[in-house]
């Protein structure tokens, strides 16, 4: 199964309004990260918050991670109908960073 | 900078028809190099991942396999497909825990 589970599947906003998309997960991990992707394309990343971190941002993004609850959200602030896309969480598992763990993303539709 | 080239972008092959896909990056040496998939509307399964030449590990048995012939290349492929290996194939590399992406290649087995 997968490490990261992304709440909700899909979700959809009117311009201006903000995004806030939550991913869960299992096991200890070493940092979580947010990507996008539009349709069709590549991933692109987005922010990476450490374990020992709680919260991070970065222009209109802004992370939080709770580890005690195992748990993370993406806030995009004002949104855009260029924010459209699909999101997704991974987890570091391993201390080396060889390998991230994806969920199955949250579908951001935003209407202009 | 660093890049990194995915190809062909699209397929489309018979069942039990060989595939090749690869995918090169430039501007770095050594990557941790990577081979996803992601089914329509779903997240990404690590198939392969590289830590250097001639080093491949696989993390789902299937009916793919991964080589890395030089440093920057990495390259899919399979004797035979079967219908259940269409899907969206992403190559990456990575840098300090941070992937980064090709722009994809889909394969459709029909």
């Known amino acids: 199964s997968q490490q990261g589970e992304e709440d909700p599947q899909a979700l959809s906003i009117q311009e201006g309004e903000n995004a806030t998309m939550n991913c869960s997960y299992k096991t200890s991990i070493n940092n979580l990260q947010w990507y996008r992707q539009n349709s069709g394309r590549g991933l692109v990343h987005l922010i990476l918050i450490r374990s020992n971190e709680r919260e991070k941002h970065s222009g209109r993004l802004r992370v939080t991670l709770d580890t005690s609850k195992k748990s993370s959200s993406l806030l995009i602030t004002a949104s855009r109908a260029a924010d459209t896309a699909s999101y997704f969480c991974?987890?570091?598992?391993?201390?080396?960073?060889?390998?991230?763990?994806f969920g199955g993303g949250t579908r951001l539709m935003v209407k202009p | 900078s660093q890049t990194i080239h995915q190809w062909p972008a699209t397929l489309v092959q018979p069942v039990g028809s060989p595939l090749s896909l690869e995918c090169t990056v430039e501007?770095?040496?050594?990557?941790?190099l990577y081979w996803y998939r992601q089914a329509a509307g779903r997240g990404l399964q690590l198939l392969f991942y590289s830590v250097g030449i001639g080093q491949i590990s696989s993390e789902v048995p299937q009916n793919l396999s991964a080589s890395r012939p030089q440093d920057r290349q990495f390259i899919l492929s399979s004797k035979k497909l079967l219908l259940s290996d269409s899907g969206f194939y992403l190559c990456?590399?990575?840098?300090?825990?941070?992937?980064?992406f090709g722009e994809g290649s889909r394969l459709t087995v029909l």
């Open positions: 990456a590399w990575s840098v300090k825990g941070e992937l980064f």
């Open positions: 501007g770095t040496s050594n990557p941790n």
């Open positions: 991974a987890t570091d598992l391993n201390n080396a960073g060889n390998m991230l763990t």
